[in-house]
């Protein structure tokens, strides 16, 4: 219905347009045909005035309106004909309202199809636009080198309201309006349109096309100015910039700065490397190997071997963890660090004025050094619910588990994990193979909840079959600590339906998320605004432009990529921005579950496209049936891409399956930088691989896609050949 009137209202602007052309328009408004008609329309005024103003309006709003040629000559006539004050009226009135129907025909014709076309490429225009179209606008409309008439199609296609659209041009091309009604007052003077705006006239009128845009600049100096008042800024600088905190993001920051020879000082309280190496991506994954290796072995007749019950020591399982630890560490490590020029120094980090951060050493010396910029890295911590009764029973988090069971021969024989995220749900599973009963609490209808339903489901049957009790809708409502015969006995009361429960565990994990790392670090000192994470803006800058923040203090993702990726903004924008400064690019963020089988995902998934009014296909592709998966025993799972209605160009993947998170950086690679599924469909996929499911997924969608006429015409001609 709605291509229908497109179609109505395009074939009514053609029609239009060739009427105009048919009946000699273009030599009407023309100077030579202004000046000829003149005497006519003084006529027509001195008879009927109201009328005239009325028609002529109504003709001058057509012209813009179809973008037709001859809006400065019907300029010069409002002049020539109702003199400057009537004339600057009508013309300004009437160019408005035929510039605004411009403006919405583009909208309604061509917005969703530019749009949808191009995507992603016009996330920063889009963006550009909506933060500051008014002022761009503006400029656009005071210099006269534009074509008018493709600025209102432009801007149709762009978020920019109507209403803003109208009264900025209203007020925009009324400079230029006078200039032409006055040139028009004096028409028997004038012999052609080049005199009419003098070269003076003309830099004038960029002049304030441009003053808009300066004065926001001087604006946003005097509101830094403002928010630097009550501090003395040094003579001089100890240093470029000064990192505070040594996970990912911090250690990304100082390494490019030090690369690009700044004098660079990373600070960091405890361990280099961060939460990531020491107590969560490293360890949890070390873990997840050797769980899984034992539940092959007790599944080991489903490869023609003998299955076995695995004979181990937990403490054994534990402290390959923290060998793996320790292998990678020297990535990470302070030596490394101070190796490609970056001064790192052990101690608490506090800034003390925009330009100076204490740093308190174990021993309890200080030194303060002066800089340029600061990041603050600081990166999060597990969140502990307040739940009645949780300290008296103890309870371990994600940090604290690897030490806390390193020296433990076997696994918590009853283990009760509180959350149902990534986190929940990857230890859960992991110790339920190591042998503990495991029961596994989520509040919400269930686990894994910013994916899909069906992948929700497919993870709760897969820690099922590993023995995990997995409880969802039961909410926490405390602990309880009982004492009989010597032998201690600890609850955890659940509510569900209404209805209360006791669940006996001998430990409990809080896995319910990770919270920013907001205090000790003079952030309150200095009015540096925080939420549930430090405030920034696109640039990672904080209230005070030279002071950023990074990685998961900074938010709004809590992985290590993401934090290595704003890490570059945050080091380009601290010791670059005076030239030009970079907004975080956030359109393909990738990430990975790694329960068995594994969830990765990259952009959009059906919840989130339905959320947001985003229009979509889905096309699947069984792991099922790939070659490889049946011979490596792993025959389960499925790629699901969205893809724009009748196009290639992906929106999102979800790939359940082995080596998910591998699999994925494909689609991620061809989401960066735009390439559709017929690109992934054209590319040699080695056989028999894994990786064969992109591909074969792209090729359900070209299926879906076949032009069936085309094959009809196609069996049509071999018929004929056979003939």
């Known amino acids: 219905m709605r291509a229908a009137k497109r179609l109505a209202l395009l074939a009514l602007a053609v029609v239009l347009v060739w009427a105009f052309f048919a009946a000699g328009g273009p030599k009407w408004l023309t100077l030579e045909g202004l000046k000829s008609g003149l005497d006519q329309f003084a006529a027509w005024r001195s008879t009927s005035p109201v009328l005239l103003g009325l028609g002529f309006g109504a003709v001058y709003v057509l012209v813009a309106a179809l973008s037709l040629p001859g809006a400065v000559i019907l300029t010069l006539a409002a002049g020539a004909i109702f003199g400057l004050f009537w004339g600057t009226l009508i013309a300004s009135f009437a160019s408005t309202l035929g510039a605004t129907l411009a403006f919405w025909s583009a909208r309604y014709l061509l917005r969703d199809w530019v749009q949808a076309r191009f995507g992603d490429r016009l996330k920063p225009i889009n963006d550009g636009m909506a933060r500051d179209g008014a002022f761009y606008l503006f400029t656009l409309r005071l210099v006269p080198v534009f074509p008018f008439f493709l600025i209102n199609l432009l801007m149709g296609l762009m978020p920019i309201r109507s209403l803003t659209f109208y009264g900025v041009s209203q007020i925009g091309m009324l400079a230029g309006t006078l200039v032409y009604v006055n040139a028009g007052t004096q028409l028997a003077r004038i012999d052609s349109l080049a005199g009419i705006v003098s070269p003076g006239v003309t830099l004038s009128l960029v002049l304030l096309g441009v003053f808009p845009l300066v004065a926001k600049m001087v604006l946003g100096y005097l509101q830094r100015r403002r928010i630097y008042a009550r501090w003395t800024r040094p003579q001089r600088y100890d240093r470029n910039l000064i990192v505070i905190g040594a996970g990912a993001a911090g250690l990304v920051t100082a390494y490019i700065g030090a690369a690009v020879k700044a004098k ?118 597990p969140f502990v619910p307040p739940l009645p009764g949780l300290d008296e029973v103890g309870y371990l988090t994600s940090d604290t588990l690897w030490d806390a069971l390193a020296q433990r021969n076997s696994a918590p024989a009853r283990l009760v994990v509180l959350g149902g995220g990534p986190i929940g749900c990857e230890l859960s599973q992991s110790f339920a193979r190591l042998g503990s009963a495991v029961t596994q609490v989520e509040m919400a209808p269930r686990i894994m909840a910013r994916e899909d339903a069906e992948v929700s489901e497919l993870a709760r049957a897969s820690l099922a079959r590993d023995g995990v009790d997995v409880l969802t809708s039961h909410k926490a409502l405390r602990c309880e600590r009982e004492e009989r015969d010597g032998v201690v006995y600890k609850y955890l009361v659940v509510e569900h339906g209404g209805l209360e429960r006791r669940v006996e565990f001998d430990d409990l994990i809080c896995a319910v998320g990770r919270v920013a790392r907001l205090q000790g670090y003079g952030l309150e000192a200095l009015g540096i605004p925080t939420q549930r ?149 054209g590319t040699i996929h080695t056989y028999p691989t894994l990786s064969e499911a992109n591909k074969y997924a792209a090729g359900e969608w070209k299926r879906a896609h076949a032009p069936q006429q085309v094959l009809a015409w196609l069996q049509r001609y071999h018929a004929w050949r056979r003939a």
């Open 264 to 381: 660079v000082t990373l600070v960091e309280a405890h361990k280099m490397g961060g939460d990531c190496l020491n107590y969560g991506c490293v360890p949890s994954k070390a873990l997840i190997k050797s769980a899984k290796l034992a539940t092959q072995m007790r599944h080991a007749d489903q490869y023609g071997l003998s299955a076995t019950a695995p004979e181990f020591s937990f403490r054994q399982v534990m402290a390959r963890v923290h060998d793996v630890i320790r292998t990678i560490a020297p990535h990470d490590s302070v030596e490394r660090y101070e190796s490609l020029g970056v001064e790192v120094l052990q101690g608490y980090g506090r800034v003390i004025d925009p330009w100076t951060v204490e740093i308190e050493a174990a021993d309890g010396s200080k030194q303060r050094l002066t800089t340029r910029s600061i990041v603050i890295a600081a990166g999060a911590q």
């Open 533 to 681: 994470t430090v405030v920034t803006n696109e640039y990672l800058e904080t209230l005070y432009p030279n002071i950023y923040a990074a990685g998961d203090v900074a938010g709004p993702y809590q992985f290590t990529h993401t934090a290595a990726h704003q890490a570059w903004y945050a080091a380009v924008n601290a010791l670059f921005g005076q030239f030009k400064r970079f907004k975080v690019e956030y359109s393909v963020i990738p990430w990975a579950t790694f329960v068995d089988p594994e969830v990765a995902r990259v952009g959009l998934n059906e919840q989130d496209a339905k959320e947001k009014g985003i229009a979509y296909e889905v096309t699947r592709y069984g792991i099922d049936d790939l070659d490889r998966a049946i011979a490596d025993g792993a025959a389960h799972g499925f790629v699901k891409v969205l893809t724009v209605p009748g196009k290639d160009r992906i929106l999102g993947v979800t790939i359940v399956g082995e080596h998910a998170g591998d699999l994925l950086a494909e689609f991620i690679l061809a989401m960066k930088h735009g390439l559709g599924l017929n690109k992934i469909l």
